[in-house]
């Protein structure tokens, strides 16, 4: 009732400035995305308002993706859940179990009458999110990759070359030790770059029952012999001073900033943020380094980013908003638009070729890294993406777990193995909550 | 002659109790009852399925090798935040209150950290310690040649953040500690210094004893901080990390029930949280206060 009462006179209040009579319906929109890019994703929401007169959008900035999800999911216990919210791609199984909670896009799409053409992805990305079936539940939005930053200047005074292979990397981070850069190699995120996107880029299972797609049965596999060797080899390259740990998430990026690492692996979504802060040094993007001891050519990489869910227990008038508003949000320009000033790679192919057309790749060299070894090849079960319960506490595990190697507690063995065996209970638990 | 008082209603006794009565039982004892009930439950984070499962969260816990670590990294934490904090509370507080100029501004300074939320100070020490920005990082390098990097080093993120939280309740206990100080007879002390003890005697034996229901009271709130208000500087800081090096038992709680959404097991841990802090807390009230003199 209360409710009620105010969104009656929220509308009242719209249409009055508006100075429209027609009631328009509001939905909630809930998003993680912080500064620059949350500008751009309410910006999304001011334009679509604007556009027609039967749907007013609230997009509301949440927290991280952690606290986004935490607060949608605590919502929809107490009955007050936003109609739209983004999850991370990690949350992904979480949602899906949650059959009575989340209407799934495909279906909203149908219901509404409104095209929605799941093909129109790129396959990163459609093998990534859709279920069993066939189906996407949730509408892809941001999508990012792993990429290899370079320092351009500092591979040129040294003439040096840019690597493409982890034996290559190691030479080429002696090379720089030697002309003084601190700690040549650098990464974020390491639990998706070193161990996920690692497997992927090298076709190996990271879990079994096809990284979990096919079940919740599913258990690590990181512990084999190719993972272990890279963080052993990594670990040897930290004894030799030419990687330094700059900790979780993207907290290392200031030893790119600076020029203390001169090949740092994270998100292609950094370029946004790097134009801004980058002044002294010329940088782009190349693809990740291979193991040839593992694979002569890369599979592909996986994506990281977000999904829009939209949530049940709302009115018709509601859902069909909700529809529209996606409807929106996947259209052609709004994805070029999005993926050319934030780094995020353009989802759609026809996204990706308005951004060709308009001479971005050209203009930005290194911006189509990340697109390319996404589409690299088709997809296999090891390279599709993975769908682990319980998953955000896992990558915890991961992360706790290498810096026990890191700091020298821990051989590599050791560390991967504790984290199967941890990772394993929690999947363990998440199967007997759901199945 | 004590008169008692007794209220002729039969109810009002019970009326006038009953906000307070009516806050405790919403905001304490019910979800501390909740938190009780989930923690035997295992249930989806939606609340779809809940399936009771007797001990099974609590023995999950206590098979689990980083969990029983956090309790020792917890101890040492709180030991020495509680330790650190007061020691030097005490310290500046005899100092202030021997300062006869420019008192109050002293004061303020001193009191100021306190005002900063425990995020915002998290940030703060997270910017200073950083190994490629922080100001005090560089400083430590350049002078002392410590090669300082918390990402790696768990005793290096232990000891940061033990400073950090002790810097962010060095006012609270200053605070008290000087309107103790404040409240002593002058002319004790004028005795003890007519008949010849020193500045240090004076204070070890009639200040220090003097201020010892002050030093109680701190001590179990020091306490109770360091166990539970901290979660902000460790999330800000090293959210929990090198490892586990800095996993406090709250801090796990925060990680076990926002991040990774078990709440089953989140609540069983802060049901064996606060056993604990009641454990303490009576045993403090039990043994450690009568040797305060009021």
Same mark, same amino acid.
């Given at each position: 009732m209360k409710k009620h009462l105010l969104a009656t006179v929220a509308t009242l209040a719209v249409s009055a400035a508006a100075g429209q009579a027609q009631d328009r319906t509001e939905i909630q929109f809930w998003h993680a995305m912080g500064g620059q890019l949350g500008e751009r994703t309410d910006a999304f929401a001011t334009t679509f308002n604007e556009q027609q007169d039967s749907c007013t959008v609230n997009s509301v900035y949440q927290g991280d993706y952690t606290e986004t999800m935490t607060a949608a999911i605590a919502a929809f216990r107490a009955?007050? *859940?936003?109609?739209?919210? &983004?999850?991370?791609?990690?949350?992904?199984?979480?949602?899906?179990? #949650?059959?009575?909670?989340? %209407?799934?896009?495909? *279906?909203?799409?149908?219901? &509404?009458?409104?095209?929605?053409?799941?093909?129109?992805?790129?396959? #990163?990305?459609?093998?990534? %999110?859709?279920?069993?079936?066939?189906?996407?539940?949730?509408?892809?939005?941001?999508?990012?990759?792993?990429?290899?930053?370079?320092?351009?200047?500092?591979?040129?005074?040294?003439?040096?070359?840019?690597?493409?292979?982890?034996?290559?990397t190691i030479d080429a981070a002696r090379a720089l030790k030697a002309a003084g850069v601190a700690s040549p190699l650098g990464f974020g995120w390491q639990s998706w770059t070193m161990i996920e996107n690692f497997s992927a880029w090298h076709d190996l299972e990271i879990g079994t029952l096809e990284n979990g797609f096919a079940g919740t049965g599913t258990e690590l596999k990181i512990n084999n012999p190719a993972v272990v060797g890279h963080i052993d080899r990594i670990q040897t390259m930290a004894e030799e001073g030419l990687f330094t740990y700059g900790g979780r998430r993207g907290d290392s990026r200031p030893q790119f900033v600076n020029g203390e690492a001169a090949m740092w692996i994270n998100s292609s979504a950094y370029f946004g943020g790097f134009e801004a802060d980058i002044q002294d040094f010329e940088f782009t993007q190349v693809p990740m380094p291979i193991d040839t001891s593992v694979r002569a050519e890369p599979q592909n990489s996986i994506i990281g980013g977000a999904t829009l869910w939209a949530l049940q227990g709302h009115e018709d008038a509601e859902f069909a908003c909700t529809a529209q508003f996606l409807d929106f949000l996947s259209g052609t320009e709004q994805q070029a638009d999005w993926a050319q000033a934030t780094g995020y790679v353009p989802i759609t192919?026809?996204?990706?070729?308005?951004?060709?057309?308009?001479?971005?790749?050209?203009?930005?060299?290194?911006?189509?890294?990340?697109?390319?070894?996404?589409?690299?090849?088709?997809?296999?079960?090891n390279s599709r993406g993975l769908r682990f319960g319980n998953f955000v506490q896992i990558r915890d595990v991961i992360n706790e777990e290498l810096e026990a190697v890191w700091a020298g507690d821990k051989t590599a063995q050791e560390a991967l193995d504790a984290a199967v065996t941890r990772g394993n209970a929690l999947l363990r638990r998440f199967e007997a909550t759901n199945s | 002659?004590?008169?008692?008082?007794?209220?002729?209603?039969?109810?009002?006794?019970?009326?006038?109790?009953?906000?307070?009565?009516?806050?405790?039982?919403?905001?304490?004892?019910?979800?501390?009852?909740?938190?009780?009930?989930?923690?035997?439950?295992?249930?989806?984070?939606?609340?779809?399925?809940?399936?009771?499962?007797?001990?099974?969260?609590?023995?999950?816990?206590?098979?689990?090798?980083?969990?029983?670590?956090?309790?020792?990294t917890t101890l040492i934490f709180g030991l020495s935040v509680t330790l650190l904090s007061m020691s030097t509370a005490l310290a500046l507080a005899v100092a202030a209150n021997r300062v006869l100029r420019g008192k109050m501004s002293y004061r303020t300074f001193l009191i100021w950290p306190y005002a900063v939320a425990p995020a915002l100070a998290g940030v703060l020490w997270f910017f200073?310690?950083?190994?490629?920005?922080?100001?005090?990082?560089?400083?430590?390098?350049?002078?002392?040649?410590?090669?300082?990097?918390?990402?790696?080093?768990?005793?290096?993120a232990l000891l940061m953040v033990i400073v950090a939280a002790a810097w962010k309740q060095i006012s609270y206990n200053f605070l008290f500690f000087l309107a103790g100080l404040q409240s002593m007879p002058k002319s004790l002390i004028e005795a003890a210094a007519i008949d010849g003890a020193s500045p240090a005697r004076r204070f070890w034996t009639i200040c220090f004893p003097l201020l010892s229901p002050t030093t109680f009271f701190l001590l179990v709130v020091n306490l109770v901080y360091a166990f539970f208000d901290t979660f902000a500087i460790i999330h800000a800081t090293t959210s929990g990390g090198p490892a586990d090096a800095t996993a406090i038992l709250v801090y796990k709680v925060y990680s076990t029930g926002f991040v990774g959404q078990d709440y089953g097991s989140s609540a069983a841990q802060s049901v064996i949280l606060m056993a604990l802090v009641i454990a303490m807390t009576v045993v403090q009230f039990r043994f450690v206060e009568r040797k305060v003199q009021y």
């Amino acid at each position: 009732m209360k409710k009620h009462l105010l969104a009656t006179v929220a509308t009242l209040a719209v249409s009055a400035a508006a100075g429209q009579a027609q009631d328009r319906t509001e939905i909630q929109f809930w998003h993680a995305m912080g500064g620059q890019l949350g500008e751009r994703t309410d910006a999304f929401a001011t334009t679509f308002n604007e556009q027609q007169d039967s749907c007013t959008v609230n997009s509301v900035y949440q927290g991280d993706y952690t606290e986004t999800m935490t607060a949608a999911i605590a919502a929809f216990r107490a009955g007050e *859940q936003p109609n739209i919210v &983004q999850v991370f791609e990690v949350g992904t199984a979480t949602m899906m179990a #949650a059959e009575g909670a989340i %209407y799934p896009v495909h *279906q909203l799409m149908e219901d &509404q009458g409104l095209a929605f053409d799941e093909s129109s992805y790129i396959p #990163a990305v459609i093998s990534y %999110y859709s279920d069993t079936d066939g189906n996407m539940l949730s509408l892809p939005y941001n999508s990012s990759t792993p990429v290899m930053w370079v320092n351009v200047t500092l591979f040129e005074e040294n003439d040096i070359e840019i690597p493409t292979t982890w034996d290559e990397t190691i030479d080429a981070a002696r090379a720089l030790k030697a002309a003084g850069v601190a700690s040549p190699l650098g990464f974020g995120w390491q639990s998706w770059t070193m161990i996920e996107n690692f497997s992927a880029w090298h076709d190996l299972e990271i879990g079994t029952l096809e990284n979990g797609f096919a079940g919740t049965g599913t258990e690590l596999k990181i512990n084999n012999p190719a993972v272990v060797g890279h963080i052993d080899r990594i670990q040897t390259m930290a004894e030799e001073g030419l990687f330094t740990y700059g900790g979780r998430r993207g907290d290392s990026r200031p030893q790119f900033v600076n020029g203390e690492a001169a090949m740092w692996i994270n998100s292609s979504a950094y370029f946004g943020g790097f134009e801004a802060d980058i002044q002294d040094f010329e940088f782009t993007q190349v693809p990740m380094p291979i193991d040839t001891s593992v694979r002569a050519e890369p599979q592909n990489s996986i994506i990281g980013g977000a999904t829009l869910w939209a949530l049940q227990g709302h009115e018709d008038a509601e859902f069909a908003c909700t529809a529209q508003f996606l409807d929106f949000l996947s259209g052609t320009e709004q994805q070029a638009d999005w993926a050319q000033a934030t780094g995020y790679v353009p989802i759609t192919n026809a996204a990706a070729e308005l951004m060709d057309e308009r001479g971005f790749f050209a203009d930005n060299p290194g911006t189509d890294v990340a697109i390319n070894q996404l589409s690299l090849n088709e997809p296999t079960s090891n390279s599709r993406g993975l769908r682990f319960g319980n998953f955000v506490q896992i990558r915890d595990v991961i992360n706790e777990e290498l810096e026990a190697v890191w700091a020298g507690d821990k051989t590599a063995q050791e560390a991967l193995d504790a984290a199967v065996t941890r990772g394993n209970a929690l999947l363990r638990r998440f199967e007997a909550t759901n199945s | 002659m004590q008169k008692r008082v007794v209220f002729r209603h039969r109810w009002l006794p019970y009326l006038l109790l009953a906000p307070q009565i009516a806050v405790t039982l919403i905001f304490f004892i019910w979800p501390a009852y909740q938190a009780l009930e989930t923690s035997f439950f295992l249930e989806d984070v939606f609340g779809f399925n809940r399936t009771f499962v007797w001990f099974e969260n609590f023995t999950a816990l206590f098979s689990d090798g980083s969990y029983l670590r956090s309790f020792w990294t917890t101890l040492i934490f709180g030991l020495s935040v509680t330790l650190l904090s007061m020691s030097t509370a005490l310290a500046l507080a005899v100092a202030a209150n021997r300062v006869l100029r420019g008192k109050m501004s002293y004061r303020t300074f001193l009191i100021w950290p306190y005002a900063v939320a425990p995020a915002l100070a998290g940030v703060l020490w997270f910017f200073m310690m950083n190994p490629s920005l922080g100001i005090v990082a560089y400083m430590l390098e350049s002078t002392f040649g410590v090669d300082w990097n918390h990402y790696v080093n768990g005793r290096q993120a232990l000891l940061m953040v033990i400073v950090a939280a002790a810097w962010k309740q060095i006012s609270y206990n200053f605070l008290f500690f000087l309107a103790g100080l404040q409240s002593m007879p002058k002319s004790l002390i004028e005795a003890a210094a007519i008949d010849g003890a020193s500045p240090a005697r004076r204070f070890w034996t009639i200040c220090f004893p003097l201020l010892s229901p002050t030093t109680f009271f701190l001590l179990v709130v020091n306490l109770v901080y360091a166990f539970f208000d901290t979660f902000a500087i460790i999330h800000a800081t090293t959210s929990g990390g090198p490892a586990d090096a800095t996993a406090i038992l709250v801090y796990k709680v925060y990680s076990t029930g926002f991040v990774g959404q078990d709440y089953g097991s989140s609540a069983a841990q802060s049901v064996i949280l606060m056993a604990l802090v009641i454990a303490m807390t009576v045993v403090q009230f039990r043994f450690v206060e009568r040797k305060v003199q009021y």
